[in-house]
């Protein structure tokens, strides 16, 4: 059976969403405690733990993750990515809790990674956060994509929109796109309401992207172009559009640098370039 563990849990979104697909959450992490006992409620057979920064692969293991058959998620803070915050981005203290997601995926390699966070992350930092962002997964060895989904178009009364990522752990590399592109979603919460509003998102026109990574020589990484087509209809309906995503090679050393173009991503051809920068 596949295994998840929800960092950032919430009151257990994540760990919803995946029982119903019919995998088995594990252990979740959440700080506050009015929500982790929400969860507790839902999910009393998985372990709880209340801090992140405390959490090690190991200990994930130990209450049973299966990383070869295992989804690590994470609704990472948003506060310091969103358009309506100080905009710290990823050197905030809460959003930069997205680095002990990363560690947690480096000490566990889990086969998979679910992720979201504002929109807001796509221009963070002139875009440098999210290629901060891609380029994590991309280090650790993680085929990804990402998608700016709204959940107004999946039975919920409400525009809410967030950006989704879903990482896996070597080849095959398009396993991930396949995922996030698939067009069927899941059973909504509530009935169909009135027709959307001329403020709708429109699908894939919000923002996607899609890219795959293999170590290369010196380093560096390789695998250079990928190109998704996503219908609309069921898929948020927006026409059909083309998403390109261009990763570059990168060679010798220093940090690796990533960077998405946010006026590019504001209109839904991302491009994820990389060199070495000094330092």
Known sequence: ????????????????????????????????????????????????????????????RAVGFVPDRGIITAGWPCQDLSVAGRREGLAGARSGLWWEVVRLL?????????????????????????????????????????????????????????????????????ASAEVLFECESGAGDSAAGSETGAGAASGTANGAGVASFTRGQHGG???????????GGDCGGGSESLITTTVSTLQ??????YRIDAESAAGGHLIVGGGSVDG
Do not use: C
């Not at 295994?3 to 088995?24: K, Q």
């Not at 999946?154 to 525009?159: A, N």
């Not at 010798?252 to 640098?257: I, N």
């Open 1 to 60: 059976m596949v295994t998840v563990v929800s960092l950032f849990d919430g009151i257990g979104g994540f760990p919803l969403a995946f029982e119903r697909a019919g995998a088995r959450t594990v252990a979740t992490v959440e700080i506050d405690k009015a929500a982790a006992a929400v969860s507790a409620r839902h999910f009393p057979d998985a372990h709880q733990f209340d801090d992140v920064t405390k959490v090690s692969g190991d200990d994930l």
């Open 106 to 174: 480096d000490e566990t390699r889990s086969r998979w990674f679910v992720g979201e966070n504002v929109p807001g992350l796509l221009s963070s930092n002139g875009g440098e956060d999210m290629g901060a962002v891609v380029g994590a997964l991309g280090d650790l060895g993680y085929g990804f994509a990402y998608r700016v989904l709204d959940a107004q178009h999946f039975g919920v009364p409400q525009r809410r929109r967030r950006v989704f990522f879903v990482g896996h752990f070597g080849e095959p590399w398009p």
């Open 221 to 231: 990484y390789s695998e250079g172009v990928g190109t998704l087509q996503a219908a």
């Open 252 to 257: 010798g050393s220093g940090k690796r640098g």
